[in-house]
Nanobody, 124 residues
Framework: QVQLVESGGGSVQSGGSLTLSCAYT?????MAWFRQAPGNERERVAT???????????SYADSVKGRFTIHRDNVKKTLYLQMNSLKSEDTAMYYC?????????????????WGQGTQVTVSS
């Protein structure tokens, strides 16, 4: 059983930065950040494939590419999402997720462990 606890959300002005953290209890190959704004479907923001201390691949939604960076520290068992140049459309509840098992691509993995979410609000 993987437990995930997010932190780091908050309110920030447009153009600002935030770093989200997700503490996890068990290392899995695929981890990701998702977000969901009121009235919208859940969106996959970024995924990261890694094993031990080696990162193999990461991917980003087009809407955040170049502005967000996902990384993890398997020693600290923490996943991060560095968010720069934030826009009002980034306002959402952000969720950390992990997929059990091994997947050819973390973009198509089935994420079966979820955190409780952390709110990010960007004001223009």
């Amino acid at each position: 059983q993987v437990q995930l606890v997010e932190s780091g959300g908050g309110s920030v002005q447009s153009g600002g930065s935030l770093t989200l953290s997700c503490a996890y209890t068990y290392v899995t190959t695929c981890m990701a950040w998702f977000r969901q704004a009121p009235g919208n479907e859940r969106e996959r923001v970024a995924t990261l494939s890694s094993f031990a201390t080696t990162t193999y691949a990461d991917s980003y939604a087009d809407s955040v590419k170049g502005r967000f960076t996902i990384h993890r520290d398997n020693v600290k068992k923490t996943l991060y999402l560095q968010m720069n140049s934030l826009k009002s459309e980034d306002t959402a509840m952000y969720y950390c997720a992990a997929a059990s098992g091994f997947w050819r691509s973390c973009q198509s993995a089935e994420y079966n462990y979820w955190g409780q979410g952390t709110q990010v609000t960007v004001s223009s």
